[in-house]
């Protein structure tokens, strides 16, 4: 028995209301390009609107002019989507909550995550969606996945509840240690202002 591997999201699609509804969300608020639009190849009477999320991956929508939004909350049962997430930078994120007020969006106010923060809304049709913005920056040649796991596991080993900027910090230096070699011998910190 072998593994399907999974090599990324290649695309997520969501069930839309009307063409102009998702248009103005995906693009209008969330400035994800509507790249393209064809039919939806499994049933005719809908169509099927692509938007670039910035990454190279897509999010597509169904869309059906006989449908109308309905901002009712989506279900988060067993197997249901709970909520979809985007990435934005920190000088947008800044700005997220003044962005969504002026349209008066309700939202969830600046939510910290620790490793971190992030912003909820619901899209027209009730989707819960989150802005986050990382707290940190990966080292050259690592993911931010790979910090969260360093991080995780120096956290577990000090018996802390959740990822704090601290284990992030010393995630991001015991990678870099690993991943990138020194001639000194001694690598341990040092108070070059002290007395030696």
Not at 28 to 37: K, Q, R, T, V
Not at 54 to 77: H, S, Y
Not at 85 to 98: D, G, H, K, L, P
Request: some cysteine; overall charge negative; hydrophobic content about 35%.
């Amino acid at each position: 028995m072998r593994k399907l591997q999974s090599q990324g999201v290649h695309h997520i699609t969501l069930v839309g209301a009307d063409r102009q509804t998702s248009i103005d969300f995906w693009e209008g608020l969330l400035g994800m390009p509507f790249i393209f639009e064809q039919p939806n190849l499994d049933r005719a009477s809908e169509s099927h609107l692509y938007f670039d999320p910035g990454d190279g991956r897509l999010i597509t929508v169904f869309t059906d002019e006989n449908r109308t939004p309905d901002p009712e909350r989506t279900p988060t049962d067993m197997g249901c989507v709970h909520h979809i997430a985007f990435a934005v930078s920190r000088a947008t994120f800044n700005q997220a909550v003044e962005r969504l007020d002026e349209r008066k969006i309700r939202h969830s106010g600046v939510k910290d995550r620790g490793f971190m923060d992030s912003i909820y809304f619901e899209d027209p049709l009730g989707l819960l969606v989150e802005l986050a913005s990382y707290r940190f920056e990966p080292p050259a040649g690592h993911s931010h996945a790979e910090v969260l796991m360093e991080a995780h596991r120096i956290r577990t080993e000090r018996g802390d509840y959740n990822i704090a900027e601290v284990h992030l910090a010393d995630a991001i230096e015991a990678l870099n240690e690993r991943s990138r070699p020194t001639l000194s011998l001694d690598r341990q910190p040092k108070n070059p202002y002290g007395p030696r």
